[in-house]
Structure formats: structure tokens, C-alpha cells
């Protein structure tokens, strides 16, 4: 019975420290570098879009945004970038994915938001890039980051300046999980690209996908979420979004891989607010507007037009 316990006692232990390790691999500070060359692009798959998305890195870090820093309500410090245009009908925040950075994620879209029209507020999530933290909460947080960001904009450019969320992948369920916080009135619209409903049902996914039994490790993940993160991983955004009546832009390719489709299907189902969801059949997590940037430039540009008049 000893040498039970014994064993017992020590896989414990080992599980604990393996699902540590992961947890802060996964989960722990990030500091993405920008896409400078084709070979950066291959680990993120996106090296077919080098065309596209290598002169518009490199243009972008020509430009010297406006650095702004604002604090967090549990006092971590966030970094937003603000690019401005002459006499804007508006401002577009812009919020990047997991492990990544508003540059890597936006680049290509953001002097076509600028030629619109539009300032773009390019922020990073905490625990990323020159935003402080330790931990990525999967929007978890970081929605009263986003609140906190708009509070900003409609102090600085006034009530009547709007101001339209756009984000992708985790950063679409941080703008999502904030619609249900109260914003201030002059957010008038919310874009979501490739985004998910909770971050335990995306860990689920892969975990099958590659035919690896998704307990314990979610059981695990879900502690050190709570013990260092101090958030849950289970936290949907679809409870935020059946009480948001803020217009919503719904964007996802059918064949992502990462995040499911069907998980911004039933955000589109949930939500009770104006709604419009465009997907992409040929289209990987996050790459609808690469794969069909002339239908996605219309598209954000109606919806835009409609939503800051």
C-alpha cells in the first residue's frame, strides 16, 4: 500500500510539473518578432501570402506611431500604437491573436483602413510585446483591457468620435467577451475574425485532432489557469454576446483548423444584435481576408460605412 501511494504521489507530481511547463509554454509571457523574410512566414503557414504580407510588414515599420501607455484595472501597464489621418471619420482598434502582435496580424489591413478613412489604435494584449503581464488569459482579461482601451478613446477623441473593436483569433473573443461589460457609447460596431467561444473547447478540439486524450491535461491546464492566471479557461463568449446589442461582423474560414468554424456559428446564433457572418471555404484560421481580399475590403467597408455613417 506504501509503494501505491508511493507511485501515486510521484505521477502526481510529475503531471503537475509537465502541465506547468506547457502551461507557461503556451500560456507564459510572449514576445513575437515581426515577418521580416519568407522563412519567417513557414511556421505560421502563411509563407503562399509572402506577396501580400512582407511589403506591408516592412511599410508599416517605416511609420512611427503615437505610443500610448494606459493602465489595466488590476495596474498592468498596456501599450497601444496609434496611427492617425487627416480629419478621420473614425477609429478602428485593432486586437491580435494568441502568441502574435498587432503588426503580424494586421499589416496588411491596416493602410486600407487608413485609406478609408479611419485612425487605427493597434494595441497589445497583456503579456505581449510592450504590453506588461505574465499570463495570456484568452480574453478572459483581457475583455477589461479592451473596455479600458475604449474608455481611453472616448476620452481622448470625445463621445462623438466612433469607435469600431476589430479582432482576430483570441483577439476576436476579447472584443466579443467586452461587448457584454457596458462599453461606452460610441463603440458602434464589432468585427470578429476566426474567433472562439471558450478556450477549453479549442484546447479540446486540437487535443482529438491529434488523437491525444484531452483529460487530465485540461484538468490540469484549468488549475494552473486558476492558481496563476487567476481566470477560467471555460469562460464563453457567448454569454457576452446574447446581451450585446453593439452591430456585429462575423468572419471565419470553414477550413480552420485551429479554431473550428462552427464555434463562430454559433456566436452568429447567439447573438440577438444586427449581425452579418461571412465565411470562407478555402480559407485557414485567420486568413479570410488573405484568401479573399477584394469580397472582405467590400464587406468591411459597408459594414464600416454603416455602422460610423
Not at 507530481?13 to 512566414?41: H, I, N
Amino acid at each position: 500500500m506504501v509503494i501505491f501511494f508511493s507511485v501515486v504521489g510521484v505521477l502526481l507530481v510529475v503531471a503537475l510539473a509537465v502541465s506547468l511547463k506547457m502551461y507557461l509554454q503556451f500560456f507564459g509571457r510572449c514576445d513575437v518578432k515581426p515577418y521580416l523574410a519568407k522563412e519567417d512566414l513557414v511556421k505560421a503557414r502563411l509563407d503562399p501570402f509572402a506577396d501580400m504580407i512582407l511589403p506591408a510588414e516592412h511599410k508599416l515599420l517605416t511609420i512611427s506611431p503615437e505610443d500610448i501607455y494606459i493602465n489595466a484595472y488590476d495596474g498592468i501597464k498596456l501599450h497601444g500604437a496609434y496611427y492617425t489621418v487627416d480629419d478621420p471619420k473614425g477609429t478602428l482598434m485593432l486586437v491580435h491573436g494568441w502568441r502574435s502582435s498587432g503588426v503580424n496580424d494586421f499589416s496588411c489591413i491596416i493602410f486600407e483602413y487608413m485609406a478609408m478613412g479611419y485612425n487605427v489604435l493597434l494595441v497589445s494584449q497583456r503579456a505581449h510585446g510592450k504590453s506588461g503581464g505574465k499570463y495570456i488569459c484568452m480574453g478572459a482579461k483581457e475583455k477589461y483591457d479592451c473596455k479600458a482601451w475604449t474608455e481611453y478613446l472616448a476620452q481622448r477623441m470625445g463621445e462623438d468620435h466612433g469607435v469600431v473593436l476589430d479582432g482576430i483569433s483570441m483577439g476576436g473573443a476579447t472584443v466579443l467577451k467586452a461587448s457584454g461589460l457596458g462599453l461606452p457609447k460610441n463603440v458602434k460596431g464589432i468585427i470578429a475574425d476566426s474567433s472562439f467561444t471558450h478556450a477549453r473547447g479549442v484546447i479540446k478540439e486540437l487535443a482529438v485532432a491529434n488523437k491525444i486524450p484531452p483529460y487530465p491535461a485540461l484538468w490540469l491546464f484549468e488549475l494552473w489557469f486558476r492558481v496563476l492566471g487567476g481566470c477560467s479557461m471555460g469562460e464563453s463568449a457567448l454569454d457576452a454576446i446574447k446581451n450585446n446589442t453593439i452591430p456585429l461582423l462575423l468572419l471565419h474560414g470553414e477550413a480552420d483548423d485551429f479554431v473550428p468554424c462552427y464555434m463562430t456559428r454559433q456566436i452568429h446564433d447567439a447573438a440577438t444584435c444586427k449581425k452579418t457572418l461571412f465565411t470562407v471555404p478555402e480559407a485557414n484560421h485567420g486568413l479570410s481576408y488573405l484568401c479573399r481580399k477584394e469580397e472582405c475590403t467590400k464587406l468591411l467597408n459597408e459594414f464600416l460605412a454603416d455602422v460610423l455613417g
